[in-house]
């Protein structure tokens, strides 16, 4: 096995982040906190009170994949109809599986214009480029080069225990990218102290928070020529996944004194954050 599952060296600011640095790293403004979540209840009274659910386990031990896409229009049934019901199959054979695709509705922060976020399990690095290796999988490649117009995938991640969370239908998660400063670290952990009463306040949760795989170059060089991906600069110190009532409850957290005050401590900290509001995409019904 390659030595994949080491630590950046600022692991230990990640775990520093843990479940609080996902919403608290943003930009934004909206309504209030009571208006968006009689929003986010709406949807689902709109369908007799019923809203899905889908429960996923993010495992560790597994490598996770971050992947962006953006499908060109009128390439949607190319995509999804015919590539990844080939693809799915050879997947699997190989240990991989999707957790949870996203659908991206707002993109706050940061340089990633993509219309979807995945996140996707494989047994290790080693399994994923033996995927890509495929012969089956290099038939059916050319149909999701052609149906993409932006691909940034290859991009590995752990968790530190097991996570499970529910996701539903009437909330909206926020997916984000941190990159902190060499000597940031005390600055997140003052600001991450000073805005915590805030997150709970307006209903903040954390879903799960990821840290990287350290790869070789040469391990980093194979992923690239497998992905062809657009973003050869992906490398975040943190990622993470956050539920919110609404998005207009973030953006009131984004208005409280306690996040203005604070402010100044989280620019500080980074040299660059990209963040997305999105929804989990359940199956058409």
């Known amino acids: 096995m390659l030595q994949t599952m080491s630590h950046t060296p600022r692991a230990g600011i990640v775990r520093l982040m843990g479940s609080l640095v996902l919403a608290a790293l943003t930009l934004g403004a909206c309504t209030s906190m009571d208006h968006g979540k009689q929003v986010a209840d709406g949807l689902c009274q709109g369908k007799g009170g019923s809203c899905r659910e889908k429960t996923v386990t993010f495992e ?153 795989v350290s790869l070789t170059s040469a391990v980093k060089a194979q992923v690239v020529a497998a992905c062809n991906k657009d973003d050869h600069d992906f490398e975040p110190h943190a990622v993470g996944l956050a539920e919110w009532p609404s998005i207009g409850a973030f953006n009131d957290f984004l208005r409280t004194d306690v996040y203005k005050n604070a402010k100044h401590l989280k620019d500080e900290a980074l040299d660059r954050f990209n963040m997305q509001f999105t929804r989990f995409s359940f199956p058409p019904v």
Request: net charge negative.
């Open 60 to 212: 560790a031990g597994k490598v996770i994949e971050l992947a962006y896409a953006t499908v060109k229009p009128g390439k949607e049934k190319q995509v999804f109809g015919e590539y990844f019901p080939k693809a799915g199959p050879i997947v699997k054979e190989y240990g991989g599986k999707s957790l949870a695709i996203m659908n991206i509705t707002d993109v706050p922060a940061g340089d990633i214009n993509a219309q979807i976020v995945g996140f996707f399990e494989w047994p290790s690095v080693e399994a994923f480029l033996a995927f890509h290796e495929d012969p089956r999988y290099q038939a059916i490649k050319p149909l999701r080069d052609d149906g993409l117009s932006y691909l940034n995938n290859g991009n590995f991640f752990t968790v530190a225990e097991d996570t499970t969370y529910t996701f539903h239908e009437d909330r909206d998660y926020e997916v984000w990218a941190a990159w902190i400063k060499p000597d940031g670290g005390s600055k997140v952990g003052e600001y991450l102290k000073q805005i915590k009463p805030a997150l709970h306040e307006y209903g903040h949760r954390n879903v799960v928070s990821l840290q990287p």
